[in-house]
């Protein structure tokens, strides 16, 4: 009997070894599969700005080598403008590409200063004003300030300008409201605008790398930016969450402990995590 239940451990171990053994198969290919689909979409994600911004260039050099009067510099500073903001949609696609592998593999640098939230957000606004106009809507902004805390300034922007421009692209047209609000342990800041709104299945996904709503697939994206983004209110001590209605528009929080447990204002400013 001891020997019937030494092979008979034998089999349960090697069934299990089994088991895992296409557990681990069924993830490699699940891997394989998304990093394929990914590959396909971020492919086509760069391609669209460098044709348009090939295009552009091309039109330039047209205007500029033809003879008489097509060339104004009217008509040139309106071409370099578009190229411009082709090539910005390349350089934001090429950071967060560079940001995943950077949190990833624990690499992402923090530099924690104490700064006014409610300052960074008009200065942001001011160097964005442009762009949102391109896409028609108005930014109402509603603080009073100032609200000062420890963060990594261009961490916090980065966040910022990711909401924004969502808030841009999917809002459309209608105003953008952006408020701060603060208590003794934290700030809320908060981003509204009136667009297409995101479903209740949607609403914790869309936080996933690399996940889109399904009910805006042509708007394009790779899906990046808000995963992180939360990654990063997270190592502020911060969170970012949604609340939204189909079709109505939706509000992103970030909340911020004005000061981390981690960066406690008796820590030197400025050390790099
Ligand atoms: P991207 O916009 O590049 O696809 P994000 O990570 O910034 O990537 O956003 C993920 C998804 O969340 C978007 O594809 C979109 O479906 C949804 N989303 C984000 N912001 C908004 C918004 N303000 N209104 C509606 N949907 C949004």
């Known amino acids: 009997p001891v020997r019937m239940i030494g092979a008979m451990a034998d089999i349960t171990r090697r069934r299990r070894a089994e088991d895992e053994r296409s557990r681990l198969y069924r993830e490699a290919q699940g ?28 039109m330039l050099r047209a205007l500029a080598t033809r003879e008489g009067s097509a060339f104004t510099p009217e008509r040139a500073r309106k071409k370099l403008s ?124 869309i936080f996933e790398r690399f996940e889109r709503a399904v009910s805006e697939r042509h708007y394009g994206g790779l899906g990046l930016g ?10 502020f001590g911060g969170t970012l969450t949604v609340r939204s209605r189909l079709g109505e528009g939706s509000t992103f929080e970030l909340r911020l402990p004005r000061f981390p447990s981690e960066t406690r204002p008796s820590e030197p400013v400025d050390e790099a995590h």
């Open 31 to 58: 891997a394989i599969r998304l990093r394929d689909e990914f590959l396909s979409v971020a492919s086509h994600e760069l391609k669209t700005p460098l044709t348009t911004l090939q295009l552009h260039l091309q």
């Open 82 to 205: 578009l190229a411009e903001h082709q090539v910005q949609r390349l350089v934001t696609l090429v950071n967060d590409l560079l940001d995943i592998s950077r949190i990833n593999s624990g690499r992402m640098e923090f530099r924690f200063e104490t700064v006014d939230v409610a300052r960074l957000l008009r200065e942001l606004l001011d160097r964005q004003r442009s762009l949102l106009r391109h896409c028609g809507s108005e930014v109402r902004l509603q603080l009073r300030g100032p609200y000062t805390a420890r963060v990594d300034p261009m961490r916090l922007e980065q966040i910022l300008t990711n909401l924004l421009s969502n808030a841009a692209k999917y809002g459309q047209g209608k105003p953008i409201d952006v408020s701060i609000e603060g208590d003794e342990g934290e700030y809320l800041v908060r981003v509204r605008d009136r667009g297409i709104g995101i479903a209740p299945e949607d609403q914790e996904r």
């Open 226 to 235: 808000l995963w992180i983004s939360r990654r990063i209110a997270m190592r």
